[in-house]
């Protein structure tokens, strides 16, 4: 009897693990891996009705082949036309560079040829990004979603981090009414993004907008936002760096707040001044937070898609629309196959952005 | 008739009459039928179209008990929702109110329930009213009815009748007198506010209504022969007509009608243009029948019998399809002109209309047939097509021949003949142009033209590219769909005979007059 019970305990041990894990296991398999396996699967097909209902035939490579050779190419990577000067100079710098990380690599004590390997193919890809941005916006040509998603991603998350930090150090010092302006900054963050390209709509109409005095006044009635296309990305990129500068302030306040006093102290009694406590004290010790917030930050920016299609629908022509919002219309459109597409070529442009971040900047924080 | 059934349906009509409910007319669902029955209704946000169906709905359910769920979603989302909602067998909703031209996606798969013998059996709807265009083409496929024409729709002109008479300028012929006309009138002050105002206001934004008005300044320079010649494909071999200069020409003149409008046309649709037409602020602009009314509500407009209308302006030139170049309007290249001006006015949308969920419990869809043929009869309809918010225009013949709604609706007599008139003369003319009618035919319009045309007038491409682009881009959707099934849809739905010999589309087609001579006016 001991025995037996002994073997039944032995045995549910064994399969406890089985039964717990096994629940999350399957919960993650059909939330996350099957719709990716059944997304990919759409990529390569195309969606058709027919009598009695719908039917997937499978195409290939066809639909990738549209957005990068085909018909959706100067929509999706843009007009390309022969490098400028200023282009060619820019894209052989970086060339210049790669190559000089290269050899440093190779001189390193680090050298495998797996390393070696992972490095050509991630400044290949980079490479390639960069001659399609040089190629459109360096250069007469205009820019497709590719590039337009990476100028949002960028510029945004730059603008975004500068002042969430300014406006973090600010709170942190004994000024009147800090407390009152901690919950003042985070309001927009609390308004949807529709809501929010709402506002930004009216702000920039000069013919009726809440600010038509003062376009009246400088003359400027005639003038649209939306007409122009690097007015009509600014106008979505103020109104995202407005929505989402509170989320980087609230976190660098709790980082700054968070950090050791004793260290500050040091420093001011070692007579530093308040630039050197910043630059050697502060912001190493916020920098491991500022790592993961602009991670956090950049794969969340690579899918805006509210703020351009409210505020201009992707215009003018297709100069604010960005990847995620060509997905969108080529879904609602029921290209599901080109849509799938479109969103498996920015995952795997998330994806390749962020681990090339993530090696630069651990090594870095590492460092620090 | 039972003397007992007749003095209950008389004295309900009475009573309703005195209550001001609508009367319930023969033919219509006895009173009750569908008490606890509800119907999903799903329609666009509006607030047009959805007015009319959320105002009369509870009218509907006094009357017989079904409550009408009105639930919108954006235009741009309608076409998806509806065929997603079918196609996953989730059937939300059991009725629709949409654009014609899509039914050809609803109805290969077999979602949309055929209502030639409800109609047949319904005399309260008076079919033979409805105007042959809408009744023969617009609700019908495959010789089938479909749909149930809510509202009729054509591309017209909008004129400030008062400033042009005032300054002795005649109403535009052409484009090219519409763009002078737009030019004479920018920077003027049109409504005394002491701002500057515009010559021309059409709505251009991408993912609305821009794409559309492109085709009614296109159109013109390509169709001459009548409707069966069509203008968007050549009917032998499905290529598309882009390659010409009369493309050229009419995308020319629509970004040129930019430089005298206001700066943010290219994020304005038609709600935005109307708005500002109504409130006086520009000379021109295009549009359907809804500012004819939208013009007469005292509450928001500020021109108020100072409106004009008239058929879409045409041109002196068309296009020879041998050398894709323009030639001289004559008696051969365009047998239809007036006054040496070929006109091709554009049956654009054809009008909302509403269908059935084929995969809905019987009883629901007959409660959502009747809520159709309830908004449809005359004693509802003719009055909502004069109401500017219902964004329903004129569809039946008694609504061109009767004036009294209108004059009731706020009309001048002047101005309710000069907007009848307009528009009856689209409806009657032998060389009008049919909405694109073919499966997929929101991939050619709603995304190759529509991001191509917003890409043109922003500068973002040449007018080379842009016909190279779109003549590409639609001969890619027709080579993936099959170019002899997109043909045989395109010919059947100009009434042109498939190689076989047979009518996809039963209409009263035939060129050059596809409505006959009769009409439509009183």
Redesign the interface.
């Known amino acids: 009897m001991h025995s037996r019970l002994q073997r039944l305990s032995s045995t549910m041990e064994r399969i406890a693990g089985h039964v717990f894990i096994w629940p999350a296991v399957l919960i993650v398999l059909f939330l996350a891996i099957f719709p990716l396996i059944i997304s990919l699967y759409l990529s390569l097909s195309r969606f058709q009705f027919v009598p009695g209902g719908f039917q997937f035939t499978f195409v290939g490579l066809a639909n990738y082949n549209k957005l990068l050779f085909g018909s959706e190419r100067n929509h999706f990577l843009g007009q390309m036309m022969g490098p400028s000067l200023a282009g060619a100079l820019v894209f052989g710098a970086v060339l210049v560079f790669m190559a000089w990380r290269l050899v440093r690599y190779g001189q390193s004590g680090r050298f495998s040829a797996g390393g070696l390997f992972q490095r050509l193919v991630v400044d290949a890809i980079f490479g390639l990004l960069l001659w399609v941005v040089v190629r459109t916006l360096l250069s007469g040509g205009f820019p497709g979603t590719l590039v337009v998603t990476l100028v949002y991603v960028f510029v945004d998350i730059a603008v975004q981090y500068c002042l969430g930090l300014a406006l973090a150090l600010l709170v942190t010092q004994r000024l009147a009414g800090r407390r009152f302006f901690r919950v003042v900054f985070l309001l927009p963050m609390m308004i949807t993004p529709v809501g929010v390209a709402y506002i930004f709509r009216m702000l920039t109409d000069t013919t009726k907008g809440p600010f038509y005095p003062i376009w009246s006044l400088l003359g400027l009635l005639n003038f649209s936002w939306v007409n122009i296309p690097w007015g009509a990305r600014a106008a979505v990129m103020i109104g995202d760096i407005w929505q989402w500068t509170p989320f980087m302030f609230i976190v660098l306040l709790a980082a700054l707040e968070g950090q050791s006093m004793e260290l500050i102290e040091a420093a001011l009694v070692d007579g530093a001044n308040r630039w050197q406590t910043f630059w050697r004290i502060t912001l190493p010790q916020v920098m491991p937070v500022t790592t993961t917030l602009i991670l956090i930050r950049m794969i969340e920016a690579f899918k805006i898609v509210d703020l351009p299609n409210v505020l201009t629908s992707g215009g003018p022509g297709t100069a604010t629309e960005s990847m995620t919002l060509q997905a969108y219309i080529a879904w609602r459109t029921l290209d599901l196959g080109g849509s799938a597409a479109i969103a498996y070529l920015l995952l795997f442009l998330v994806t390749l952005i962020a681990v090339m971040y993530i090696n630069v900047v651990r090594r870095r924080v590492a460092e620090a | 008739m039972n003397p007992r059934l007749l003095a209950v349906v008389a004295s309900l009509a009475i009573l309703s009459m005195l209550v001001g409910q609508p009367v319930v007319h023969a033919g219509s669902p006895p009173p009750q039928q569908f008490q606890g029955v509800t119907v999903n209704l799903l329609t666009f946000t509006g607030p047009q179209i959805a007015e009319p169906l959320q105002r009369r709905a509870p009218d509907f359910e006094k009357l017989t008990g079904a409550k009408i769920n009105v639930v919108i979603v954006p235009f741009?989302?309608l076409?998806?929702k509806i065929?997603t909602d079918m196609?996953t067998g989730t059937n939300s909703y059991q009725a629709f109110v949409f654009a014609p031209q899509w039914m050809v996606?609803y109805i290969?798969?077999?979602y949309l329930e055929q209502l030639d013998d409800r109609i047949k059996a319904d005399t309260a709807i008076q079919w033979d009213d409805i105007a042959p265009f809408f009744r023969n083409f617009s609700a019908v496929y495959n010789g089938h009815i479909y749909t149930v024409p809510l509202d009729g729709d054509f591309h017209m002109v909008y004129y400030r009748r008062d400033i042009l008479e005032k300054d002795g300028v005649k109403p535009p012929e052409t484009w090219d007198d519409y763009l002078a006309i737009a030019q004479k009138y920018q920077g003027k002050d049109l409504n005394g506010d002491g701002k500057?105002d515009y010559g021309s206001c059409i709505s251009k934004?991408?993912?609305?209504q821009g794409w559309q008005f492109v085709w009614s300044f296109v159109t013109p320079f390509l169709q001459t022969q009548g409707t069966a010649q069509g203008a968007f494909f050549d009917t032998t071999t499905m290529t598309p007509l882009v390659d010409n200069d009369g493309w050229r020409k009419a995308m020319e003149i629509f970004k040129q009608t930019s430089q005298y409008g206001?700066?943010?046309e290219?994020?304005m649709d038609v709600g935005d243009t109307r708005s500002l037409f109504v409130t006086g602020r520009c000379a021109l602009s295009l549009d359907w029948g809804d500012i004819g009314s939208l013009a007469i509500d005292p509450a928001t407009s500020k021109v108020i019998d100072k409106v004009g209308s008239i058929l879409t302006p045409g041109s002196k030139e068309v296009v020879d399809f041998k050398t894709k170049k323009l030639v001289p309007c004559d008696a051969t290249t365009c047998p239809n002109a007036i006054n040496g001006v070929n006109h091709a006015p554009y049956a654009c949308f054809g009008g909302w209309s509403g269908g059935i969920n084929a995969a809905a419990d019987p009883k629901v869809k007959d409660a959502a047939y009747a809520f159709l043929s309830y908004m449809a009869q005359p004693a509802q309809s003719s009055v909502d097509v004069t109401l500017g918010k219902t964004g329903f225009n004129p569809y039946r013949t008694s609504m061109f021949k009767n004036i009294d709604p209108w004059l009731k609706g706020g009309f001048s007599e002047a101005a309710a003949k000069d907007y009848l008139g307009a528009i009856e003369a689209s409806l009657n003319s032998p060389n009008m142009v049919l909405d694109l009618r073919i499966p997929?035919n929101?991939?050619y319009l709603?995304?190759v033209l529509d991001?191509l045309m917003?890409?043109?007038?922003?500068?973002?491409?040449t007018l080379d590219?842009f016909q190279k682009?779109l003549y590409?881009?639609w001969e890619?959707i027709t080579n993936?769909?099959g170019r002899d099934t997109q043909l045989a849809a395109y010919r059947g739905s100009l009434g042109v005979a498939t190689k076989r010999g047979n009518l996809i589309n039963r209409t009263v087609f035939s060129a050059p007059s596809p409505f006959g001579r009769r009409g439509l006016g009183g």
Not at chain 2, 205 to 208: F, L, V
Not at chain 2, 454 to 461: D, F, K, M, T
């Open positions: 741009s989302d076409y998806t065929l196609a996606d290969t798969p077999g500057p934004k991408r993912g609305a206001p700066p943010e290219m994020n997929q929101q991939r709603q995304v991001t917003s890409q043109y007038l922003a500068g973002e491409i590219a682009q590409d881009g890619e993936e769909l």
